[in-house]
């Protein structure tokens, strides 16, 4: 692989090797645009337009494993729309998504604020929140898989050794609250990226600005509306649009966790699908319940598309 | 610091920050209190008086000789690291090109173009492998870390493109076209001005892409078969999960192993990544 | 496409091409198989260089892994071709399985659970050829696998064993309230249970979403109340009858007076952890408890210090109820896939790993956890070796049914299986839905798959 500094040793010698021409070439807006995005193009083109089509095109065919099946329309999505199962799973993915990206913004927010100062220790401590985030997902959901059994959970434990608790609480057996915990989880693992990033954009931030609103008068929440968030909001809003497409799709946590349990009341689309897909090789239903994520996701990324270019604009 | 009075700092800053050290780390001071457990005390009922879950008194290695002489935890460290490496170096290399592209030039269907690039992040992975692993059987990929080396490149490339265009958007092109004045190319302008000041983006992109390969399950399950072949999450669960008894303890162990090597790296990079930031862009 | 001719050229004049080969066993196949040849102290001459991959879980007995481990060089060795078997987690075989089907590249052998060989029936070769014999020779096969590996008349597995599953129970516990004998009814398992769970012992028993403890508890018990998914022909949905009901009805008294609650969200490695922690006082489960408690006994210990394993009864199937006494086991099967370029030899292994010496060690290995797929193995003289509580798995197998009963084990079977369908109308039922919406929920779910 070509790094940096490589590629500026090749760069630096270029008008040496290939004078006049191609460094005209070269300063043409649209034939270096094309060179630019030719490495993304072609491994994407390679990797994922045919899946993607594959997915497409079984997700309106009564393919099962090992049979291609043929084509049946709509037939799948009708399936999948009238199915009680289907319904709760989108319904969770819902709330799994919306509840998390809220609170991985929120508590990200005032984590960046908080480690935003100068305090002993910072370094280590800027690095040790990261953790959550770096662990494999597998790994850190069978630590908390463990930490939320029914039985032997050391959450439990210690509520209940400090008398703040007298019964145990059912982390994961409870329909309301599994899928609280498996939002838990994601919030968990998800957070430190949000704050490590929006302490980046902190850094940005010009004190002598904070210090001019504050002898204006401005008290601390109008300081940080007026003049930190607008500048933190164009990537605040790149990492909340991944986040919020990473969190819809989310897979493993949920699979590791629960399986979709208890009766369904964990199911995500992406694991409800797997379940179809792969343990029961309907493969076209499965490709029809990934796929009916697909506009949801499409609708969200236009609106926040269409809103960072406006607050780009602006 | 919080200026003011000491019970300000006590209740903006120290408190706060101990809650939130408290929820993110606590589940690692319990992995780190398991993997050195000796296995009698797991099978100890949760009321027992002699019930110590959150230390123990007799700690043992036992856990970690365990992974390093019946598992090849050691190859799979490598080849997680390798897979992780490359594919994260790719995905800059193709995120900061695009990136730049789509951010800086004037062309033809640059929205969709960029908007077609951010679609293929949608498209859902946990199908995908099935469709996937016959594209890789066909470059005859399988059991090979190419397979992963190329394929997570796809999830990767289209945040690195679009975190990396939203820096680049917020560099003045002022600065470019005073280089450019200077007599240098569009290329050279790019790269030594452009990408310096986007070194923040870069590291933020890249700490992503790097923790998401590393992070990758279903295409590592799926495309490598040999156990010296498997990345860290996919051999430890194929050969520490026995049914219905979890080796909790090598579990732990290699979960721990398995991410402070990166936690130290990452510091590193933190550091330059926060503060590298600081007087760069004005305004 | 170019391959078979390059492997030709490539091994030259010296060994045996692939076409000769093929011949070669051919007659030899007809005139005795694969124990002619090894009489006659003979490797089989495969193509050269020839690999064959077998694909299987990782077994609850780790003992039955390093066994298959040392069978792997002694196969290569007899079949002269590199045999490797890849262990990965059960819970990700269909992954791997479905990936392969599609892209056609994978393992040459697959280990197929349940009735996976309907599911995968398109891409399965006929094992006719190595199956019957075994059976013949052994004792015929249980009945379970006509119904899992048998798909048209053609065998698509070969069967390879049974995973039982009896309650686990704490036998001093149950003499302190005056049990001596294993409950042999549902309401007489409530009573005691009723008795345990006030003394802090309740029963555990998981209900969450996991493949093994949940489906084999509550097919069971809606089977033994005479309730059944569909009619004996397998198209007519049948699930809201009276006995599923009562079934029903039943299983949320049961659930509040004898059963620990956190059992909704248990998969099934909790109830092994809590029955060594002393949690519960009995549990559905195979015989992993009692092999692993026996095996790290100076770990697992009651509560008077002495070895677990000791007080550990494991003799007991699950109740019966007003239709009888009923059993769900895992079978396993082994499958050969069509994308194979490597199914004379793959057929060969297998009929080399069903040799009596070589899959003995496997069955000794697995100590009553795995039985064996053919009825001859009740006969071994390991079950006069296991201990008494083990003995009980000697001829578990005969009484098993598979699920989609009373129809076929279909692939629609398998769906209300993988939805967690039955198993989830037990856990709506325990979480205090009326039982009558319940039966009508798995109808409407149902039907929504038999059509």
Redesign the interface.
Known sequence: ????PA??DI??R??AVRPGAF?RL??H??F???L??S??LV??G???A???A??IW?SVSSATVGNPGVFIGAENFVKVWNDSIFQKAAQNTVIYTAVATVFKLG?GM??AL?LN???RGK??????????????????T???K??FDP????I???LYYFGLIAQRIPWLSDSNLALGSVIIVNV?RG???FA??L???L??V?PELHEAAAMDGANGWQRFWRITWPLLL??TM??V??SV?QTF?D??LVYVLTGGGPANSTHL???Y??QI??ATGL?GE??AI??A??PI??VI?ILQ?WY?RRV?GA | ??RGPRWKRWAF?YI??TF??I???F??Y??LV?SFR???E?????RAAT?T??WTLNPTLEHFVYLFTNTVFGTWLYNTMFIAI?ST??SL???L??G???AR????M?GS?G?S?????????????????????NFHL?DSPWALI??S??FL?P?C???LM??F??IPRELEECARIDGA????AM??IV?PIAT?GIL?AG??AF?LS??E??YA??FL???QQKT??VG????L??????F?GP??A??LL??VP???I??FF??H??????G???? | MKKPDEEETRMGKKSVGRRTFLKATGAALTAGGLAGILEARRAPAFAQGAKL?V?R????I?EADAELKRQAPLASKALGAEV?I?????N?LQ??T???I??????DIIQLLWNWPHLYASALVDVSDVAEPIGKAQGGYYDIFNSTAKVGGKWLGVPHGVIGNTVAYRRSWHEEIGVKEFPKTWDEWRQVGKKLKAKGRPIGQALGHSF??PPTFCYPLLWSFGGAETDPSGKKVAINSKGTIESLKFFQAFWKDACDEGGLAWD??N???AF????ISATL??A?IYV?AKR?Q????D?KGQP?YLDIEHGAPLPGGPAGRFALYVPFQHGVMKYSKNQKLAKEFLKWHHQKANYEKWFEANGAYSVGATKAWEDHPMWGKVDKPLRVYQAAARQARMFGYAGPATAKATEVYTKYIIVDMYAKAAQGMKAEDVAKWAEGELRKIYG
Not at chain 1, 1 to 4: I, L, R, S, T, V
Not at chain 1, 130 to 140: A, D, G, Q
Not at chain 2, 280 to 283: I, L, Y
């Open positions: 692989m070509a790094d940096a590629r500026e760069v630096t270029l008008p460094r070269l300063e807006e649209q270096l645009a094309a630019l995005l490495p993304t491994i994407l390679l990797f994922i045919y899946p993607f594959k997915g079984l508590l005032i984590l908080l100062h100068h305090f370094r280590l401590i800027r690095a040790s929140i990261l953790l959550p985030f770096i662990i494999p997902t597998v790994l850190s069978f630590a908390w463990w930490m039985t032997f959970s050391v439990n434990w210690t968990w957070m430190p990226f490590i990033t302490l980046a954009g850094q940005t010009n164009p990537v790149v990492v649009l991944f497409i799709a897979f493993q689309f992406a694991t699908a797997y897909g792969v493969l499965g490709a990934s796929l994520m697909f996701l499409f990324v598309l960072i780009e | 610091m919080i800053f706060p920050l939130y050290l929820g993110l780390l589940p690692f319990w992995m398991t000796p296995d009698n797991l099978y100890r009922s949760w019930n879950p959150l490359m170096l790719i290399f193709c995120g090109l695009a730049y592209a789509l030039l004037r062309f033809p640059a173009l908007t690039i951010f679609v293929s992040y949608l498209v859902p992975p946990t199908l995908l492998f099935i469709p996937l692993a016959a594209v890789i059987r399988q190329l394929t490149p796809t490339i945040f493109t679009w975190l939203g820096y958007k917020t190319t569009r290329l050279q790269i030594r990408f923040p933020s700490i992503f923790t590393w992070n399950f279903i399950l799926v078969s040999s156990p860290v999450p430890v669960v194929s050969e999960i026995r049914g219905d008894v979890y909790w579990l732990m290699g979960a398995g991410s990166v936690a130290l990452y510091s933190v550091e990544y926060v503060t590298g930031l600081t760069a862009v004005k305004g | 991959h694909l879980w990782v077994d609850f780790p490797t890849e262990f990965i987690n059960v990700d992954a791997r479905t990936a392969a599609e892209s056609k590249a994978g393992a093994g403890d099934d490695t109830n092994n952890r060594h922690a002393g949690e489960n195979g992993s692993v790290q100076d770990k697992i210990k509560d677990l």
